[in-house]
């Protein structure tokens, strides 16, 4: 019980610590449409291109030579893109950001997807540090404190759940069961008209 206990005060903790604008990142107007690169070296605009649209968009956050979460993360991600079979790349797309952007180069990320499993839906992408940076502090992903922000250590192990189309977002940790996962892309549902 006292551990549950930690762990919501922890989990409130850390969302408490996001700024206001970056839990709800909503519209054209806020979200950056920055240029970023795929991991098959295609430039894509961060927001006409990737989270436009009445479809589910899964964002973490990752760097290829990480040996602490980044792997579990990605094999707990690979059975979430399993359970989702078919929606995966026609309403369901999965977005892995470098935080090594200066490092992590398109054949780095695709060495990284082959590694992994990575199919169909799931874009991993880089770009220009400044960029990257825009994209990462507007999904949420930064901690107040800038000694601790730029710690690959430190990085965030949450995955942000979206849908542009109806303004619905979420935040949740990314080693949660994969059922759980799964359950709250499906409720990224259309608005019935």
Known sequence: ?????????????????????????????????????????????FYDDLVKGNKVVVFNMIYTTCQNICPPNTANLIQVQKMLGSRMGRDVFFFSIT?????????????????????????????????????????????????????????????RIGNAGIDRWSMMPSLLKPQQIVKSITSMKKRVS
């Open 99 to 159: 935080l090594q952007p200066e490092i992590d180069k398109p054949r780095d990320l695709q060495a990284y997807a082959k590694q992994y499993g990575i199919a169909l839906g799931w874009t991993l992408l880089t770009g220009e540090r400044k960029e990257v940076d825009i994209v990462r502090k507007t999904l949420g992903f930064v901690d107040p404190d800038p000694a601790v922000d730029e710690s690959l250590e430190r990085h965030t192990g949450m995955l």
């Open 1 to 45: 019980m006292n551990s549950k206990r930690n762990f919501l005060l922890g989990a409130f903790g850390a969302a408490a610590a996001i700024p206001a604008l970056a839990a709800r990142p909503q519209s054209k107007e806020y979200l950056p449409n920055v240029v970023l690169q795929t991991h098959l070296g295609k430039e894509v605009r």
